[in-house]
């Protein structure tokens, strides 16, 4: 690496090309003195192995699983059920050892990996092309943005209300660069109001953003969206929780241009946080603008089929100025276990899981209105989760610890992301939880409330 600044009349030469006498003058120059350390890090001595290893397992044991806990969490994470044949299959080391697949010469297995994700996304979604994934459900909906904005070179997002927050934040970041402004589209009763798209809608719009179901949990009636959208001549744009799908019509079937999402619950742990698999799917005629990769099938000179990037919008090897994402890479073992789970449970399998969910949590909605202080937050149609209210005078901090102490996570305090909602409480129910822990969650709620 002859080009680094190895010896001291290196970095002279360096400070001297860019005009500073010292290193201490280019720090200066770049982060206040008031924000810089004084004095040593106060570090603790150093540990042998053996030493850190036992502080590790402590450290670890803070934390909770969801396997010592019964979880009614979600918002954009949920707590399924995974077949022990998915961590035995991505564990393989040729998977499990996998990062980009630059030489496909030598990548065969992990880039059918890929083609398979992708023809399950497209299949789940009914639209024509799937990338090889993204980051996570946030980054995808961004790049779904700036690939409108930049589709129609227009300035302004439309997005509906009940857009997860912490995605918006992904959102604002992304554009943010680009000088977008985006304007929400109010809700009526959790679901997006088509007369205020319509009032919204112009010539100044790239895109509307629906979210479905929405962060609340209400499914949103994405049919009459579609052809209003389209004759502002933008682009629909739909972030959907690929679980739903095994119940609700497919984005592709009210025709939405791209459909975006987080795609966690298909095999994947909840990791804590993270990392987590973004999906990107289009119609056709938007394939060559795709962010990211995409992996194709074809047939070498003696016949024999073998796989392929067939697109790479971002890479080293092309002008960066024709580049249409700075994505660079994909989730392929998070894509992987999503395949492996999908291809277990089968289309079958699948919608047995999806109507699981929906039952269990319309049977613990409607027996948490059995307690007189609780109501729905909204009444419309939901999948599997749902807002409740609690009383207004209830401390909702003391009752989300009286709940763990009972071995229960009791949702999400809606208040800490949607301030409108301060007693708010949203729950999601998946496949795992069995009748006997709704109920006694149902009672160490009602016990708990003040």
Do not use: W
């Amino acid at each position: 690496m002859d080009y680094l600044p190895n010896t001291p009349a290196d970095r002279e030469e360096m400070l001297r090309k860019i005009g500073f006498g010292s290193i201490r003058e280019l720090i200066d120059s770049a982060i206040p003195r008031e924000l810089q350390l004084k004095g040593k890090l106060n570090l603790p001595e150093p540990l042998c192995e053996y030493e850190g290893l036992k502080l590790g397992s402590r450290l670890a044991g803070f934390n909770c699983p969801s396997s010592q806990i019964i979880s009614f969490l979600g918002a954009g994470s949920y707590d399924h059920f995974i077949p022990a044949a998915v961590s035995v299959i991505t564990s393989r080391p040729e998977f499990y050892t996998a990062y980009t697949p630059y030489q496909a010469e030598v990548s065969q297995g992990t880039l059918q990996a890929i083609f398979e994700f992708q023809s399950l996304v497209a299949q789940l979604t009914n639209m024509d092309v799937a990338n090889a994934s993204m980051y996570d459900g946030g980054s995808a909906i961004a790049e779904a943005a700036i690939f409108a904005l930049n589709q129609t070179n227009r300035s302004k997002i439309l997005y509906g209300e009940g857009l997860n927050p912490l995605y918006l934040d992904v959102l604002t970041t992304y554009t943010a660069p680009t000088g977008a402004t985006l304007i929400p589209v109010k809700a009526v009763n959790g679901r997006v109001s088509k007369d205020e798209l319509e009032k919204l809608l112009g010539q100044d719009i790239a895109c509307f953003i629906i979210q479905n179901p929405s962060f609340c949990g209400v499914i949103q009636d994405g049919f009459q969206y579609g052809d209003i959208v389209h004759q502002a001549g933008a682009i629909y744009i739909v972030a959907a929780d690929p679980t739903s799908l095994g119940v609700l019509a497919p984005p592709g079937d009210y025709n939405a241009d791209i459909v975006v999402g987080e795609a966690q619950s298909l095999g994947n742990p909840l990791y804590f946080g993270g990392p987590y698999l973004g999906f990107y799917a289009a119609q056709g005629k938007y394939t060559r603008k795709l962010p990211g990769r995409l992996s194709g099938i074809t047939a070498d000179v003696e016949g024999k089929r073998g796989f392929v990037l067939t697109l790479q919008t971002r890479e080293q090897h092309i002008r960066r100025e024709k580049a249409t994402s700075n994505i660079c890479t994909n989730q392929a073992l998070c894509a992987l276990a999503a395949t492996v789970y999908l291809s277990l449970l089968g289309e079958t399998g699948f919608r047995d899981m999806a109507r699981q969910c929906f039952d269990k949590a319309h049977y613990l909605s409607s027996e948490l209105l059995n307690i007189p202080s609780i109501n729905m937050l909204f009444q419309a149609p939901f999948f599997k989760e749902f807002a409740i209210t609690l009383p207004e005078n209830q401390d909702i901090d003391k009752l989300y610890q009286k709940m763990l102490g009972k071995g229960f996570i009791p949702g999400l305090p809606l208040g800490k992301y949607l301030h409108q909602y301060p007693n708010g409480l949203l729950l999601a129910v998946t496949e795992k939880r069995t009748k006997k822990e709704m109920d006694e969650f149902i009672k160490a709620l009602h016990e708990a409330i003040q």
